[in-house]
């Protein structure tokens, strides 16, 4: 194991925040995979399920299971980690500029279009170095006008090269599920085999360049721009992975996720080891087919049903109390499907989000990432 650390430049005199990753195997080894977690720095099951699969690594490489590379960044995110507001942490957004730290990376398509006109060719393994190469460049001699975009470009040199890229993230109360795109739907049902999720959300396109498909989309898009003659496959896997909620933190849980992670480690070729994957095939819906449902007034809500639910349309998941007028209204499900996750708190104010269904068929569209 090699530890490697990168240095943000501070925005405050006397103030330096310090990332820290650990590398398994030949820096040149292939293939590569790259993990983080605490982007949202208030999210800590991830961080935890890191630092059970870095001891679970430790042991592979010494008994020489290591075929590839694995690069761990278990706390991707220390801005975020220090900020704490009347004893609450507040990880989500940057507080200086209320910028969600899982948003705005660079657009690596937009960075290396015009450099590589006229570079690519038949090859598409070639095409993928080149590709990769270029958003190496572009990366180095991007500008970072401050912390935050230092920290976005600082993780992406660790990983935009990675076959495998996967974020660790939770939501408020819910079920194991993860994002990624419809370009690679094989590897998709194979980690969501290995992790045990219950759902698998997908879009090409989501909106906000969030840190999976800054390594996704790019390829989606330069393909597209310069078309069948000059093949380039999609060749990053990224995944924002969703560890039920904020609240489900447990070394136990974190020792079996790290195990379902090492199955996946294992089936994906950088490890050897058990790669048969434990779990169902949960259903892959588009994320436009997620709804969200929204609180009908403000009030207290009580929850008739649970994260994990199969609903009817119609049917009535919880009801929302005002307790100052002695009103109570019930809120139906928009659509049927599967209810996945609730929102944090009991309260909530009229047009606030409670909670989303997702379904087999869009019914959104735009921007398809909450804040
Ligand atoms: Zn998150």
Partial sequence: MRTLTQDLPPDAPGRQHQLTAQAFGAP???????????????????PLILHHLRALLIQAEQAGKLLGQVVLVPLANPIGFAQWVQNKPQGRQDLNSMRNFNRDYPDLAAL??????????PDPVQNVAITRAAFAAALGGMATPDEG?????????????????LDLHCDHHAVVHLYTSPAHPNEARLLAQA????????????????????????????SKRFGP????????FAATLEYRGQFD???????????????YLAAVGVISGPAEPLHDNPPHYPLRGAAEVTAPQGGIVTWACAPGDRVAEGQVICHVTDPAQGTRM?????????????ELWRSCLRGQ???????????????????
């Fill in 149 to 165: 975009t230092a920290l976005r470009r600082a993780l992406m040199l660790w990983s935009h090269d990675a076959d495998h890229v």
């Fill in 195 to 222: 992790i045990g999720a219950r759902l698998v959300l997908l879009a090409a396109v989501s909106g906000g360049n969030a840190f999976d498909e800054a390594h996704s989309a790019p390829f989606h898009h330069l």
């Fill in 28 to 46: 040149d080894a292939r293939p590569k995979v790259y993990l983080q977690g605490g982007l949202h720095a208030d999210e800590m099951p991830g």
């Fill in 229 to 236: 003659q000059t093949p380039l496959p999609a060749a990053t």
């Fill in 249 to 263: 933190v447990s070394d136990d849980q974190a020792a079996a996720d790290a195990a379902g992670l090492m199955v």
């Fill in 112 to 121: 290396c279009g015009d450099d590589l006109d006229g570079r690519l060719g």
């Fill in 353 to 371: 989000s409670l909670a989303h269904i997702s379904g087999p068929n869009p019914v959104r569209d735009g921007n398809l990432l909450s804040d």
């Fill in 330 to 342: 019930a809120v139906a499900a928009p659509i049927a499907g599967l209810l996945f996750r609730q």
